[in-house]
T-cell receptor
Framework: GAVVSQHPSRVICKSGTSVKIECRSL??????MFWYRQFPKQSLMLMAT?????????EQGVEKDKFLINHASLTLSTLTVTSAHPEDSSFYIC?????????????FGPGTRLTVL | AQSVAQPEDQVNVAEGNPLTVKCTYS??????LFWYVQYPNRGLQFLLK??????LVKGSYGFEAEFNKSQTSFHLKKPSALVSDSALYFC???????????FGKGTTLSVSS
């Protein structure tokens, strides 16, 4: 199967600082990556779609200046939460499309738990 | 607009019994349907998908799902549940023209020994 990694798995930061989360597709090339946010015991909310070499497409209600997404290569996308506040605390999960089950399948990273104090 | 409904917040079954986790969807055109499983504080693991072909799809860990176009359903099933199947299950859909998956709210499966 396809493997997607995320780093860090857990981060605690102070309010007002910025945090960068990396998402990598380890054994396949992903032209498209996705960023989701998940609140406790809730579903995944799509934040943005990231295409390699172009600007990300943000979902309605997601602040593009706060959640900066860069997809610089076919195996790496980053999400930077700028000037983080406690309400940004959440579980962030990335996903990449591709892998052995074909380009139709999205494979997910293990998630990053962000806690903003 | 695409949408997915998982009508049950929780499903409880005894080990060894069959299990069903329900999912219905709404999408324009032909649907791409998926099931994922999530263990606590972990990402999602792909179980199976339906794109085209046989309505009964077999996936990982003995799970299967049946696509029913007339009922717009894609229920997840397993003939004999294991305690280790206890987790949060998500149904997801996208249309042919779409890219990102849209998820249902999730169903917690609890298998008792």
């Amino acid at each position: 199967g396809a493997v997607v990694s995320q780093h860090p798995s857990r981060v605690i930061c102070k309010s007002g600082t910025s945090v960068k989360i990396e998402c990598r597709s380890l054994d396949f090339q992903a032209t498209t990556m996705f960023w989701y946010r998940q609140f406790p015991k809730q579903s995944l909310m799509l934040m943005a779609t990231s295409n390699e070499g172009s600007k990300a497409t943000y979902e309605q209600g997601v602040e593009k200046d706060k959640f900066l997404i860069n997809h610089a290569s076919l195996t790496l996308s980053t999400l930077t939460v700028t000037s983080a506040h406690p309400e940004d605390s959440s579980f962030y999960i990335c996903s990449a499309r591709g892998g052995t089950s074909g380009a139709d399948t999205q494979y997910f990273g293990p998630g990053t738990r962000l806690t903003v104090l | 607009a695409q949408s997915v409904a998982q009508p049950e917040d929780q499903v409880n079954v005894a080990e060894g019994n069959p299990l069903t986790v329900k999912c219905t969807y709404s999408v324009s055109g032909n649907p791409y349907l998926f099931w994922y499983v999530q263990y606590p504080n972990r990402g999602l693991q792909f179980l199976l998908k339906y794109i085209t072909g046989d309505n009964l799809v077999k996936g990982s860990y003995g799970f299967e799902a049946e696509f029913n176009k007339s009922q717009t359903s894609f229920h997840l099933k397993k003939p004999s549940a294991l305690v280790s199947d206890s987790a949060l299950y998500f149904c997801a859909v996208r249309d042919q023209a779409g890219t990102a998956l849209i998820f249902g709210k999730g169903t917690t499966l609890s298998v008792s020994s």
